[in-house]
């Protein structure tokens, strides 16, 4: 494990408490944050060099959990030393960068996963099964509000740390991949990044996305809506039990046989319900599959292409913004293509 800071504490447990994970070592640049994990975990092997670790041929993978301009450098010496790596999101600062860890990943034969954590829960898992089983129809719109007071960071936008979290669940949920983005935001902080930003993507055809990322919010709200042509999705993350909801609910399109020029429209208004989801919690069900996937050498259902996909949108998304919200087209070309 390298980074014992805002993370790197609950990888670190569930990495100790996980079938499958034999010993555990851990390297962070303060020796009082090394102490504190030591007093956790007496047996834990601590250094403020985290090359003692890539260079131990004992340690097989590694965790990071690091600022997002050390992720590459770290990420790439981990392969090249023959370990398997996960790397908290996102994966990179640039989509170079992402590109570059796949294909050295790739090419070494090691597991690369990215810590879209997210998508681990039961709630977003059984949102994917409700949408590929069809039940919401043809989509029509995501969208999503991700807002609280703080915590405020100086290393990266509230793109980068609040909506890699949408954009990570939208892409795991949705069968298509977006073509375009517009963002606008603006910092309340001068000399910092933004601090609150609206992100619209555009999909081919009718399918629309919205996301709303703030760190100067009153209140905390982690919500996002699913609209289809069948069904709706109504997803609170902060809900005790029934984080996700089905309604029963939207349009229904009549066309007059009378006349080809009026078109009726009816509100179709039905049942609400929330299906039971698994309450494992979703780092563990992550660091699990982590470790599923190296001993069956299988890819992650987050690998590094995940990673690149919601870089890229990352990326543009903050051109878009700089340029006060013009569209800018996503290069849909290359690995995740």
Not at 73 to 83: E, H, M, Q, V, Y
Request: net charge negative; proline share 4%; with cysteine.
């Amino acid at each position: 494990m390298i980074g014992y800071g805002y993370w790197g504490p609950n990888l670190v447990r569930n990495f100790a408490e996980v079938i499958g994970s034999q010993s555990l070592s851990l390297s962070d640049l303060s020796p009082d944050r090394l102490a504190i994990a030591q007093r956790h975990y007496p047996a834990m092997r601590t250094t403020t060099n985290y090359g003692e670790l890539l260079a131990d041929p004992h340690v097989e993978a590694i965790a990071i959990a690091t600022p997002v301009s050390t992720h590459y450098d770290i990420a790439l010496k981990a392969l090249k030393n023959g370990k398997h790596v996960l790397v908290e999101k996102p994966i990179a600062a640039t989509s170079t960068q992402a590109a570059g860890l796949i294909e050295a990943a790739d090419r070494l034969k090691r597991v690369l996963m990215v810590g879209h954590t997210f998508v681990y829960t039961g709630a977003v898992r059984k949102i994917r099964e409700l949408v590929a089983g069809n039940q919401l129809g043809t989509i029509y719109y995501y969208d999503s509000v991700r807002v609280n007071l703080g915590l405020f960071r100086h290393d990266v936008n509230v793109i980068w740390d609040l909506a890699v979290h949408d954009l990570s669940i939208m892409d795991y949920v949705l069968a298509s991949q977006p073509c375009a983005v517009s963002a606008t935001g603006t910092s309340h902080l001068p000399g910092e990044p933004e601090n609150i930003a609206y992100l619209t993507i555009f999909f081919e055809g009718s399918l629309i996305a919205h996301l709303h990322v703030n760190w100067l919010a009153p209140v905390k709200l982690r919500r996002t809506l699913i609209g289809g042509s069948e069904k709706m999705i109504v997803y609170d993350d902060l809900e005790g039990d029934d984080k996700v909801k089905v309604y029963d609910k939207g349009i229904n399109i009549n066309h007059d046989p009378e006349s080809r020029y009026k078109m009726l429209v009816g509100y179709r208004t039905g049942d609400m319900w929330a299906p039971q989801i698994d309450t494992t919690e979703a780092l563990r069900t992550q660091v699990t599959h982590f470790v599923h996937c190296i001993e069956k050498s299988e890819r992650p259902i987050t690998g590094g292409d995940s990673g690149l996909r919601v870089v890229r949108i990352l990326e543009a998304a903050s051109q878009s913004m700089s340029k006060r919200g013009e569209v800018v087209e996503l290069d849909t070309k290359g690995p995740t293509a």
